[in-house]
T-cell receptor, first 109, second 113 residues
Framework: GQNIDQPTEMTATEGAIVQINCTYQ??????LFWYQQHAGEAPTFLSY????GLEEKGRFSSFLSRSKGYSYLLLKELQMKDSASYLC??????????FGKGTMLLVSP | DTEVTQTPKHLVMGMTNKKSLKCEQH?????MYWYKQKAKKPPELMFV???????INESVPSRFSPECPNSSLLNLHLHALQPEDSALYLC????????????FGSGTRLTVV
C-alpha cells in the first residue's frame, strides 16, 4: 500500500523560515513532488525530487532522502500569500501520483 | 499554451440529471487524469488516459464515465449522482504517464442536490 504522512497544520510568522516534513512508504518510487494549493483552487507545482539531495528554487527548497523515505519543503522569507495547503505527493510507478493529506500553513503578521 | 482548461467552473445538478465536465489542453501531453477532491482532503485519482486509452480506473462507480475523444480533450460524463459526489473535480495532464510535471486545471466545483 501507499502511505504518505505530513503534519496537518503549521503556523509561522511573516519573514520567518518554515520546514514542512513528509515521510512516505510506497510500493515503488519514481519521484516526489510538492504542490501548493490555495483554498478552492487547483494545486500548483512547486518542486520535484527524484535523487537524494536539495533542490533550490527561489524562496522554496525541497530535500529528499530515498533511504529514509523522507522529504521536506523549506520556505524562506515567508509572505502572507504563502498561507495555503502544501501537498506532498509520490509517483509510485506507472502514472499514479499519490497525495498526502496536505499541511495547512498559516502565516501571520 | 501552457494551461489545462476546465469547463464549467461551477455546476449544480440534480440526482436525475446528466451532465458532462470538459477538460482541454494543447501542450501535446499524452496522459490526462481525472482527480476528485473533497474539502480539506487531498486529490484522489479517478481515471488515467494514456495515448487516448483508459489505462487506470480506480474502482470508480459507473455513474462516472470518462471519455477521451482525442489527445487534447478529456470528458467526464455524470449520471445519477449522489449528494456525496459533490466535490472539486480536477483534470491534469502530463507529457506521458511516466512523466512528472502534472499540470492541473482550475477544477469544476460540483454540487449535487
Amino acid at each position: 500500500g501507499q502511505n504518505i504522512d505530513q503534519p496537518t497544520e503549521m503556523t509561522a510568522t511573516e519573514g520567518a523560515i518554515v520546514q514542512i516534513n513528509c515521510t512516505y512508504q510506497t510500493s515503488g518510487f519514481n519521484g516526489l513532488f510538492w504542490y501548493q494549493q490555495h483554498a478552492g483552487e487547483a494545486p500548483t507545482f512547486l518542486s520535484y525530487n527524484v535523487l537524494d539531495g536539495l533542490e533550490e528554487k527561489g524562496r522554496f527548497s525541497s530535500f529528499l532522502s530515498r533511504s529514509k523515505g523522507y522529504s521536506y519543503l523549506l520556505l524562506k522569507e515567508l509572505q502572507m500569500k504563502d498561507s495555503a495547503s502544501y501537498l506532498c505527493a509520490v509517483n509510485s510507478g506507472y502514472s499514479t501520483l499519490t497525495f498526502g493529506k496536505g499541511t495547512m500553513l498559516l502565516v501571520s503578521p | 499554451d501552457t494551461e489545462v482548461t476546465q469547463t464549467p467552473k461551477h455546476l449544480v445538478m440534480g440526482m436525475t440529471n446528466k451532465k458532462s465536465l470538459k477538460c482541454e489542453q494543447h501542450m501535446g501531453h499524452r496522459a490526462m487524469y481525472w482527480y476528485k477532491q473533497k474539502a480539506k482532503k487531498p486529490p484522489e485519482l479517478m481515471f488515467v488516459y494514456s495515448y487516448e486509452k483508459l489505462s487506470i480506473n480506480e474502482s470508480v462507480p459507473s455513474r462516472f464515465s470518462p471519455e477521451c475523444p482525442n489527445s487534447s480533450l478529456l470528458n467526464l460524463h455524470l449520471h445519477a449522482l449522489q449528494p456525496e459526489d459533490s466535490a472539486l473535480y480536477l483534470c491534469a495532464s502530463s507529457q506521458s504517464a511516466r512523466d512528472y510535471g502534472y499540470t492541473f486545471g482550475s477544477g469544476t466545483r460540483l454540487t449535487v442536490v
